[in-house]
């Protein structure tokens, strides 16, 4: 029997595996980085030749807000279509919470 805390004595204590780079990797569905990584290459083209200086640094910061935008986006796509139903066993193309790889509670933390 683990004490409570007076702070929160009716959570339940939830113990989680621990995750791995490639279950990151996973959670996060990099195989959809190309619209990302697509677009701000083409709005890059665009700007190096409208601009009188480009800055590669601003780009790779344009190009890194966009991957974690887009990871975002995936992760918050996972963990709503699992809680509402519409991820399951059999029909499910993203596997990571059906299957049990990550559980909820930690894409939410992701």
């Known amino acids: 029997h683990l004490p409570s805390s007076s702070a929160s004595p009716s959570l339940p204590l939830v113990l989680y595996h621990k995750l791995t780079m490639k279950d990151y990797i996973i959670a996060t569905r990099p195989w959809?980085?190309?619209a990302s990584v697509g677009i701000t290459l083409v709005g890059s083209a665009i700007s190096y030749n409208s601009v009188p200086r480009y800055y590669f640094?601003?780009?790779i910061l344009v190009l890194l807000g966009a991957?974690?935008?887009h990871i975002a986006g995936?992760?918050?796509n996972t963990y709503y279509d699992y809680k509402?139903?519409?991820d399951k066993k059999a029909t499910a193309d993203d596997r990571t919470l059906v299957d049990n790889t990550v559980k909820p509670g930690q894409v939410k933390n992701m």
């Open 32 to 34: 959809s980085f190309t």
């Open 74 to 76: 995936n992760l918050i």
């Open 84 to 86: 509402t139903g519409l």
């Open 67 to 69: 991957l974690f935008i």
């Open 57 to 59: 640094a601003d780009f």
